[in-house]
Structure formats: structure tokens, C-alpha cells
């Protein structure tokens, strides 16, 4: 078998495997940014439905329809309304378990529903948040007492009290108070109207029936969360399934993160608590935390026995108040980091995963987040973004330009060398490492500027993953929404052709106009001298089509833009050059 035939079975097989494996590799560790949120039939964008952002009631712990259940307890409700969030608390038990986001749509239609992030106990997506005392001595209020409420609607302007009793004469008392945004604050006060001490534990907790829909990946935690002792700990669903997880810390919070939504309770900044993450006997999840004396505590127990997190002594006729907050809302990067700073929550802003090229990440997020400011379009935003890069990578695209057009020149010569000593591969070499030199080639330069790339178009690629602020934002045209593939697929005829294509078949008008521009790039490249590099070269424009089609749009218009500056420059260098022009025309000879 000739070498030539080996490159050729070696390309094919190496070509079969990227196209077959890319798939799998991409499918965990770079899914695409946002499952499509629009569909092309017939020429027209068509929103496609979210089903998993609002269960339905036959999902298998739901027992009754929501709105039956919300329609019941109507006259057991306080009613939430802020410029964010919508919903209700339920005075039976003291839940906030009706919770809507005015911001955000489950789809890009104007008149699709709300997000809902909670729903009552016994509904579909069963999810709330509940704070009260635990104790050893006294019935603490559990989630069947009838709380009385101050007023009938908390606003940013109007608190709410619940009151509570019991019969050993202890008073239980919850002030809630919500922001403009999504942060709650929870004053809790037991006052001991007994004739003897009581021991006595403020306690908070976010349970949900069911596992997150969003897809938990590589690039982006969707799960159990908990910062403790100022770690940050990203868990998966099968490590609670397995056992509780516990931590003693001062201050931190617990909670649940989706792809874009955050509940968390977080107790006071200067309490010593036991936060754990656990599965309910009714097989829900619950985050939870215990405020905690360590004086009297018991090391290593399960926090949720009130005796074993050491308890506060509560004297007669003394009252005991405790101050903490309830997060639930959007992972808004600039609000997050606002909650961190104004109120001293541990790493709040790490319930988005940034993971370790946050240092990249975060600055370009908020450049491109002020170009959208100033323009009004995040697409003309990425494509500003791109020329910023460019620019600043300009001094070095001109040394790799030089690079390519040397070794342009020394082509002849290297030609003629590969043939003298084609008998001879480590002579060669060696005569090509020696021309090198005496020309004063660097094979190795052109690759700086692909090396600086890498790491800016992950950085990208997270920011359009991770952020809000990313998702639903339309481009131009057909492009409805940046941080999801192209759907306007060739193969189908864009939704005229009654079929959808395979996910390997399916390319958009985007991904194809990416492969043009790669093309062009490669061609003002200097021609390799092994042929089988050559047929790499030739294929990897169109490979890069199919590989890239399942990445999102706003991705793939950075590159696109990247390559016709990359096309311009060359042009104009070779303008302003036109020696080296003349050098490229005769190496290609």
C-alpha cells in the first residue's frame, strides 16, 4: 500500500470518527446554549413550546391541578406583587409556593405564559419555601397551622406579618418584606409567654418534588447547591438521593439552581447554622438550614433532630428575633453580584457556573452586555465585540500575516528539498529545520493568534450558555434568539418540506455562510506541502459546517465576523504589500 493510500484510509477514518464522535463529545461537554426556541415551517418562524418550564398534571407527583389547588386556598393567601415576581403566600403553613416572573416567558411568543418558579404542595412542579422554628421542649409551627396575616398583599412597600400560637404559650411571629427584584427578607420572632425556659431554633427550607428539567453539563451546574465556609458546592441529584450532605459554616446559603433560575435560603451572615441538602421521606429534595449553638451541638448528628444542633435557651417572657433572606427570581449577573456586596451573602454570583475561565468570562459579559446597552441588538453587539478583539489582536495577525507569506516564499525551496531527500525523512527534515533558520521562519507563528482564539471562544460560548441576559434575544430576520441554534434548516427546504432532518443533517443558513467564510479564509493561507494536510484543509471548512450547526447562532456569527476580518486584512496587507502578493502568486505556481 502507497503512503498517499494510507493518508487517504488514515483522513477518511479520522473524518468518519469527528463527524460520528463530535455529537457524543459536544451532546456533555458543549451542548448547544439553548434548546431551539423557534422552528421554520414554511418559511415563517414558528415558537416552539417549552413544556419543561411548567409541569403538567399528569407528571408523576402531582396529585391535583394547580389552579384547583391555588383556587381552594384563595381565601388563605396573602397576595405577592412587585415589579418582578407575582403569586401568593399560603397562610396555611407559612409557604410562599405561588410564585410567577414577570420578566420572563416560557417561549419568544409576546403572549406565552409567565415563568412559574413555585407551586403548592400537592400540584404539578410542587415547589416552595417555608420558615419556622424547630424544637425540643414546644410545638413549633408545622405546615398544617393557619397563619393570620397583617394585610392582604405584600409589596415593596407594604410588609406583611403572620402571627401564630400555640398551647404551651409561645407566640410566633414571620415578617416578610420583598425588594423590587427577588430577594424576601424573613424576621422571625418567638416570644415565650410560658413560665419556664424553652429551647428553640430558627429553621428555613426550599423543597421541590422533582428533579430540574435543564439539562445538568459539564459547562453549566443545574442542581442542589450549597455554599459553606466560603466553598461553593455544585452537587448532583444522585448524591442526596444517596445521603444527606451537611455542613457546619457561619453564615452561606442552600438552594436550588436551573439553567436560569435560582431559589436559595440564606441565614443570617453572622449565625452559626447547619446547612444540609437532602431527599424528603416523600422523596422530594429539600435544602435546608438550622441556626445553630455550638456550644451545645452535637458533633457529626443529623441536623434535622432539633436537640442535635444545640439549642438556644429562650427565658420566660423573653422573645428571640432572627433575621435572614429567601432568593428566588433570575440569575441576573449584575443583581447577583449586588445581593453579594450590599448584603454580605457568601458567593451568591457562583450560582452561575463560570468555572475556570470566569477571569474571561465575566469582562467580556459585561462588555458586550454595555455594547447591547448602547445599540440595542446583542447580535450588531457580538459583532462589535468581534472588531474590539480584532483590534486588539491586530500587532499580532500582522506578525502571523508575515509568517504565512514567508513561508509563501520558501515554498519552492522546501519542494525542492522534500524532493531530494523523499528516500530520507529525518534528512529532510533536518534540511527543512535548517531553511527555517536561514530564512528566518517561524512554521509555528500563524498558530499564535488561533491559540489566543480558543480561550475567547469558550469564554463566549459560556456567556451565551450561562446568562440571562443571553436568552430569548433576537438578531435580525429569522434569528429569534441568539443563545440557540440556527432553525432555519436547508435540508427541509426552511419548513416547506413536511419533515425535520437528522441533528447531523441539520444545517441553517448560518452554519453554511460560516463555511463559506472559512473557505475563503484557508485560501489565502499558504497551500501545504503534504497532500493529505492539503485534503484536510480543503474538507474542514465544510466539516466545521455540520460540526458547528448545533452551537448557538450568536457563537457562530462571532466566528463568521471573525473570518471576514480575518479576509479583509489579508486583502489589505497584501495591498499595502504587494511584494508578498507577488511571492503568494509564485510559491502557489
Not at 165 to 189: C, H, P, W
Not at 364 to 375: A, I, S
Not at 390 to 414: D, Y
Not at 423 to 445: F, G, R, T, W
Request: charged share 15%; net charge positive; hydrophobic share 45%.
Amino acid at each position: 500500500m502507497t503512503e498517499d493510500r494510507r493518508n487517504m484510509i488514515t483522513f477518511v477514518v479520522l473524518a468518519a470518527l469527528l463527524l460520528i464522535g463530535w455529537p457524543m463529545v459536544t451532546g456533555y461537554l458543549f451542548p448547544a446554549a439553548n434548546p431551539p426556541a423557534t422552528k421554520i415551517e414554511a418559511g415563517k418562524s414558528v415558537a416552539v413550546p417549552n413544556p419543561a418550564a411548567d409541569p403538567t398534571a399528569d407528571s408523576p407527583k402531582a396529585t391535583r391541578d394547580r389552579n384547583v389547588v391555588l383556587a381552594e386556598t384563595r381565601g388563605e393567601r396573602v397576595l405577592i406583587d412587585t415589579p418582578m415576581l407575582q403569586g401568593s403566600v399560603n397562610l396555611r403553613g407559612a409557604r410562599i409556593d405561588d410564585l410567577q416572573l414577570k420578566k420572563y416567558r416560557e417561549t419568544v411568543k409576546k403572549d406565552s405564559p409567565l415563568i412559574r418558579l413555585m407551586s403548592p404542595s400537592g400540584a404539578a412542579g410542587s415547589y416552595f419555601a417555608q420558615f419556622t422554628w424547630v424544637s425540643g421542649d414546644i410545638q413549633a409551627p408545622g405546615g398544617d397551622v393557619l397563619w393570620k396575616a397583617s394585610g392582604p398583599k405584600l409589596t415593596p412597600d407594604t410588609p406583611v406579618t403572620l402571627t401564630a400560637s400555640n398551647a404551651t404559650g409561645q407566640v410566633f411571629k414571620i415578617e416578610l418584606s420583598v425588594d423590587r427584584d427577588y430577594m424576601f427578607t424573613i424576621r422571625q420572632t418567638v416570644a415565650n409567654n410560658s413560665g419556664k425556659p424553652v429551647t428553640i431554633n430558627p429553621y428555613a427550607m426550599v423543597t421541590r418534588a422533582e428533579k430540574s428539567t435543564d439539562l445538568d453539563q459539564w459547562a453549566a451546574n443545574v442542581g442542589p447547591m450549597a455554599v459553606y465556609n466560603d466553598v461553593a458546592d455544585y452537587m448532583d441529584y444522585s448524591e442526596i438521593e444517596t445521603a444527606p450532605q451537611s455542613f457546619d459554616t457561619r453564615g452561606g446559603w442552600a438552594g436550588f439552581t436551573d439553567h436560569y433560575w435560582l431559589t436559595a435560603v440564606i441565614p443570617g451572615k453572622n449565625a452559626n447554622v447547619q446547612i444540609s441538602q437532602r431527599q424528603s421521606p416523600s422523596k422530594s429534595f429539600q435544602a435546608d438550614y438550622v441556626v445553630s449553638n455550638a456550644a451545645t451541638a452535637t458533633p457529626g448528628a443529623d441536623p434535622s433532630k432539633p436537640g442535635n444542633v444545640g439549642g438556644y435557651m429562650l427565658q420566660p417572657n423573653k422573645a428571640q428575633v432572627y433575621t435572614s433572606h429567601f432568593f428566588a427570581g433570575a440569575k441576573d449577573v449584575d443583581l447577583l453580584g449586588a445581593y453579594e456586596t450590599n448584603l454580605g451573602i457568601q458567593k451568591l454570583g457562583y450560582a452561575i457556573d463560570w468555572g475556570w475561565f470566569g477571569i474571561i468570562e465575566k469582562p467580556m459579559f459585561y462588555y458586550l452586555d454595555w455594547l447591547f446597552r448602547l445599540v440595542g441588538n446583542f447580535g450588531v453587539a457580538i459583532i462589535l465585540l468581534t472588531f474590539t478583539i480584532r483590534g486588539l489582536l491586530f500587532p499580532i495577525a500582522q506578525k502571523q500575516f508575515a509568517s504565512m507569506a514567508n513561508m509563501r516564499a520558501i515554498q519552492p525551496k522546501m519542494k525542492a528539498l522534500q524532493e531530494r531527500y523523499k528516500d530520507d525523512k529525518p534528512k529532510q527534515q533536518q534540511e527543512i529545520m535548517k531553511l527555517y533558520k536561514e530564512e528566518k521562519v517561524n512554521p509555528l507563528a500563524g498558530c499564535l493568534p488561533l491559540l489566543l482564539q480558543i480561550p475567547i471562544m469558550f469564554a463566549l460560548y459560556k456567556v451565551l450558555l450561562l446568562t440571562i441576559e443571553m436568552r430569548h434575544q433576537p438578531f435580525v430576520l429569522w434569528i429569534k434568539d441568539l443563545s440557540a441554534p440556527d432553525p432555519a434548516m436547508i435540508l427541509n427546504l426552511f419548513g416547506y418540506l413536511p419533515f425535520t432532518p437528522p441533528s447531523f443533517l441539520a444545517i441553517g443558513v448560518i452554519p453554511v455562510l460560516l463555511g463559506v467564510s472559512m473557505y475563503y479564509q484557508i485560501k489565502l493561507n499558504p497551500a501545504p506541502m503534504d497532500e493529505m494536510q492539503k485534503q484536510i484543509f480543503a474538507i474542514m471548512p465544510w466539516m466545521l459546517m455540520f460540526l458547528m450547526a448545533p452551537f448557538a447562532v450568536g457563537l457562530q456569527v462571532y466566528w463568521i465576523t471573525s473570518n471576514v476580518v480575518t479576509i479583509a486584512q489579508q486583502w489589505w496587507l497584501y495591498k499595502k504589500h504587494p511584494v508578498l502578493s507577488q511571492q503568494a502568486a509564485t510559491a502557489a505556481k
